[in-house]
């Protein structure tokens, strides 16, 4: 739980008013845990606190990396970028790197996240012949129930709609009585997403995959999805092989926006 260090706190008490849930009172000028209210480990408070004075149990309430500044028009940097996003299925036989990966994987544990709860939990396929195994389970499911027959047809004819020829394929799954786990588990999928294709990396949403992993039992056993719990997105992964963008296409659906 959060521990604050009384030698080092000068009393300012930042961290009582950007506490969300009132976790932390003020006793005396100096902040006091609660005895009835839950903290929920956001480390707000120790982001606020000048002194670096919480922790977490045995660990530091925040990294000791310095606060990052950014140029005053990174808000239209940010949107260029977002505009620019494609969806990517024909990728290079050239693996992602595990470290590109897992730094990525670490960097989605800063999403948003109900009652900052983080249930989401990863599995990365970066092996051919498992790449290959799951897909001859989906074929084998697709043919022998009849759902998705498209699926079976178009691979078929070369073109794979569950995976793409991604070198790699990301799962995100969560426990289905966490708080949110589909809001969850899209929204970590979504921060390692902007991640990897502002290296250069491809990405695409696969949705196809995602379920007929909850669907097909010899994917979810060989996958190892514990008891209770429910893949919600999957992604395709790689280093584009031909596509080339050279213009921001235009939307036509626009938000539908009721201004109250």
Not at 69 to 79: A, L, S
Not at 83 to 91: A, E, I, N, Q
Not at 118 to 130: A, L, M
Request: net charge positive; hydrophobic share 40%; with cysteine.
């Amino acid at each position: 739980m959060i521990k604050i260090n009384l030698d080092q706190c000068i009393g300012c008490l930042k961290c009582v008013s950007v506490c969300p849930f009132r976790i932390l009172e003020a006793k005396q000028g100096k902040p006091e845990m609660s005895e009835v209210k839950r903290c929920v480990r956001c480390l707000h408070c120790a982001a606020a606190c000048p002194q670096k004075a919480i922790g977490l149990g045995e660990l530091e309430g925040i990294l000791p990396d310095e606060m990052p500044t950014f140029p005053g028009d990174f808000h239209k940097q940010i949107e260029g970028f977002l505009m620019t996003r494609r969806s990517y299925r024909s990728f290079k036989q050239e693996a992602v790197p595990r470290e590109i990966l897992l730094r990525a994987l670490r960097v989605s544990a800063w999403a948003p996240s109900a009652k900052n709860q983080h249930p989401t939990r990863w599995i990365v396929v970066d092996d051919d012949k498992k790449i290959k195994i799951i897909m001859d389970h989906i074929l084998e499911y697709v043919r022998e129930t009849g759902i998705s027959p498209e699926i079976a047809e178009l691979y078929e004819r070369g073109k794979n709609v569950v995976m793409g020829n991604a070198k790699t394929l990301l799962l995100a799954y969560a426990g289905t009585n966490a708080i949110n786990p589909p809001v969850d588990t899209a929204l970590a999928m979504h921060q390692v997403e902007l991640m990897l294709q502002a290296q250069g990396i491809g990405t695409c949403w696969a949705g196809y995959f995602t379920r007929m992993c909850n669907q097909v039992p010899a994917l979810r056993e060989m996958l190892k999805l514990p008891e209770g719990c429910q893949f919600y997105c999957a992604m395709m992964v790689g280093y584009p092989e031909k596509e080339q963008y050279l213009h921001i296409p235009n939307r036509p659906i626009q938000p539908n926006i009721q201004w109250l």
